[in-house]
Structure formats: C-alpha cells, structure tokens
C-alpha cells in the first residue's frame, strides 16, 4: 500500500506571496493532519480534517488555511508569507480521528526570502 | 506547563546499553500515546504506540504507561548506533481531535 504523499517536496517563495500545498493520505485512510515543524519550537499542530470537515485547529493565524476534498486528499494554503513561515510542513494521515495511529508523509520544506 | 513534556537532551549511551526516553503529559484524558523516530532530515516514523497501563514490547523496544502519574516512556534495549535519532513522544485525546508532539529527545548512541 502506497504511503502518504506530499507534493513539493521543496519550495522557495518570498514574503507576500501565497503557497498552497498537498497532501494526499494513504488509500482507506480518511482522516488529515497537517503540522508545522521548526528548529526553536518542534512539531506544532496546525488542523485536522475528517470526511472534509475540519474538526480541529491549532493556534496559528488565520493565514493559514486547509480543505480536504472527498477523495481525502488534503491542502493547506499560507497567505501573505512571512520569514516565520519558513519550516517543514508535514501531513500524517490516520483511518479515523481519535487513537488511530498517523502516519507521516515525506513533508514539504518550504522556505522564505 | 506544556502540554506534552521530554527532556530534549542529548541523551548519550554506549552501544549495546538500555537507553530510556520518558515523557509526561498534561491532560489526564489522554487516551492514547505514541513514540515517533525521527532521523534529520526525515520525517518521523511511528515506533510504537500504547493505550492501556503496563508495559509493551516489540523487539528491542519497550513502552512504558503509567496514567496515574501521566508518565510514558520508552526503553530501546541493546543500544545500536542506528538508533541515534530523535525520539518524538506523542499524546492523543480524541475528544479534541488532535495529536500533541513532546519537542523530542536527541538520542546518541556511541559505538
């Protein structure tokens, strides 16, 4: 079975600009998370998505959005890119919410100049 | 207080030593709880997961639940320098849908 994927894999963009990425989870699997990830502060939780809805989201601006389609594929959008913003940007897909274990995509790095 | 809490070290042990990793978590509703590895550069790989108090084993690792104290922990048996990574403890409450990441402990294994 496939496991998750991430596309790109890099990215580079300035300040101001926007950047969508994608996530898509391993097949049967219907619940996304997307989480930020930097040297000074670790893996921070960004938002959760379940059957297209999202049931959670963590302590970060609105400049920071997702949706989740019906194939469960997801996307996360960063309007408006700050120097901050520079980090590794990771997708863990899980069966369901709740106990089931996630499993974590390549990740994204993005960064900004 | 964090949520989710590890000493981020780095822990050092010679090869074929007992390393042990030890977390604490704030909400007494966990009810779920992980350990990650994650190599530099990579993105982090579930080593084990546990949900009831006690011990569980699988190979040379070792996870430790103790929900009264809020305390998980993780014993890597036979030390390997492979094993050299950062070990990422991870709690789940269902009822808020999210996963919560401990900053991780650095693991160094001397050969």
């Known amino acids: 079975k496939a496991g998750v994927t991430q596309t790109p894999r890099y990215l580079i963009k300035t300040r101001g600009q926007q950047v969508t990425l994608s996530c898509s989870p391993i097949?049967?699997?219907?619940?996304v998370s997307w989480y930020q990830q930097t040297p000074g502060q670790g893996l921070q939780f960004l938002f959760e998505?379940?059957?297209?809805?999202?049931?959670n989201k963590g302590n970060f601006p609105g400049r920071f959005s997702g949706r989740q389609f019906s194939n469960s594929r997801s996307e996360m959008n960063v309007s408006t890119l700050e120097l901050g913003d520079s980090a590794l940007y990771l997708c863990?897909?899980?069966?369901?919410?709740?106990?089931?274990?996630?499993?974590f995509g390549p990740g994204t790095r993005l960064t900004v100049l | 207080q964090k949520e989710v809490e590890q000493n981020s070290g780095p822990l050092s042990v010679p090869e074929g030593a007992i390393a042990s990793l030890n977390c604490t978590y704030s909400?007494?509703?966990?009810?779920?709880f992980f350990w990650y590895r994650q190599y530099s550069g990579k993105s982090p790989e579930l080593i084990m997961f546990?949900?009831?108090?006690g011990d569980k084993e699988d190979g040379r690792f070792t996870a430790q639940l103790n929900k009264a104290s809020q305390y998980v922990s993780l014993l890597i048996r036979d030390s390997q320098p492979s094993d050299s990574a950062t070990y990422l403890c991870?709690?789940?409450?269902?009822?808020?849908?999210?996963?919560?990441f401990g900053a991780g402990t650095r693991l160094f294994v001397k050969a």
């Open positions: 909400d007494r509703g966990s009810q779920s």
């Open positions: 097949s049967g699997h219907r619940s």
């Open positions: 546990i949900y009831s108090n």
């Open positions: 991870a709690v789940n409450n269902p009822g808020g849908f999210k996963t919560i």
């Open positions: 863990a897909s899980s069966l369901s919410t709740g106990t089931d274990t996630q499993y």
């Open positions: 998505y379940f059957s297209e809805t999202q049931r």
